[in-house]
């Protein structure tokens, strides 16, 4: 069964709207208005729309945070994808680890950022949960009350290289240089965070879980299900991804389906500083890559094969 691990009051969450100005050269936002709690911002996040993908002034719901963290295990990288049911949205998605960033972190959503992973990124090995750190922080332990976790062996998380256009709260500009994007569908600012995880080499039998809060009645509710890890590995080639998704236990690789998957639309076309789509096929973003997946042999496939090698012994070549 899965196992609660926290519990909160949904309603101790407030953020707040945002005014954005956006030119070719760089983005600018700083909060308007008075705090909302979690519902109040639920409902402002509604459809909106600009004429220029490049220029425009527009008030938003809120501001979100994402991480494409690339996971640094055995030698090889890996993007870190996780599975969430959408309820404000009735859709189910592979997405970055990701959430909304609290009023008084809005000038340093990097802060939110780390965090996320913290809650989100569970690696568990069979002498306890690993802990973290960035730089010379140590991320939170969210679990601690329930989860033990391990004193020793944290993987350590480094930023990769930003974005070329620089992101602006108020007039202090973001350290790392997150990519951002407004998404017009929910009325919101993202910003992504590239960052590296590096799994220490003694950190062995490794297993990967995904955790996220669910709105419950009258609370958030995380909870972990053994049975359903949630979280994927997509392997990188020269930085590049590849076609494939993994789930890891015990240090063990186990392919994923695909079938009738869908990506947040953070993976989804965009134009200028925008994104128009709630969310994008898998098959859709390999052809967007120009990537192409692993062929199955199918059963037709495989009898096809051995009909024309029976008939290359029946039939003679012509002579030449």
């Known amino acids: 069964m899965p196992r609660t691990l926290i519990r909160k009051n949904p309603s101790n969450f407030k953020t707040l709207p945002l005014f954005v100005e956006a030119t070719p050269e760089g983005l600018t936002y ?5 705090p909302l709690n979690f519902a109040q911002t639920l409902q402002r996040r509604k459809p909106v729309s600009v004429a220029d993908a490049e220029r425009f002034s527009l008030e938003l719901a809120n501001l979100g945070v994402s991480v494409r963290v690339t996971l640094h295990w055995q ?4 993007w870190v994808l996780v599975r969430q049911r959408r309820q404000d949205r009735g859709d189910v998605v592979l997405k970055l680890i990701s959430g909304y960033v609290p009023a008084h972190e809005l000038n340093i959503p990097l802060h939110t950022a780390i965090q996320e992973i913290a809650e989100e990124c569970l690696l568990e090995t069979p002498e306890g949960w690993l802990g973290g750190r960035f730089n010379d922080t140590w991320l939170p332990a969210p679990y601690s009350s329930a989860l033990h976790y391990r004193e020793a062996l944290p993987f350590r998380l480094t930023p990769l290289s930003g974005s070329a256009r620089p992101v602006r709260c108020a ?17 919101s600012l993202q910003l992504i965070y590239d960052l590296r995880l590096d799994v220490p080499k003694e950190a062995k039998s490794l297993s990967l879980f995904h955790v996220d809060e669910r709105l419950e009645g009258d609370q958030l509710v995380a909870r972990l299900d053994r049975k359903r890890p949630d979280l994927y590995l997509m392997p990188l080639q020269d930085g590049q991804p590849l076609p494939e998704l993994y789930t890891l236990k015990k240090d063990q690789l186990y392919p994923a389906s695909t079938r009738g998957l869908y990506l947040a639309e953070s993976f989804a076309r965009q ?5 128009r789509d709630e969310r994008i096929r898998w098959k859709d973003w390999l052809r967007q890559q120009g990537l192409t997946p692993p062929e199955k042999a199918t059963g ?3 009898l096809r094969g051995k009909a024309r090698q029976l008939l290359k012994k029946i039939v003679p070549r012509k002579a030449i």
Request: glycine content about 6%; overall charge positive.
């Open 30 to 34: 700083q909060s308007v208005g008075m």
């Open 75 to 78: 030698n090889r990288d890996y």
């Open 171 to 187: 007039n202090l500009q973001l350290l790392e240089r997150p990519r951002a994007y407004v998404h017009l569908p929910t009325a």
């Open 271 to 275: 134009e200028g500083w925008l994104v």
């Open 300 to 302: 037709l496939a495989r």
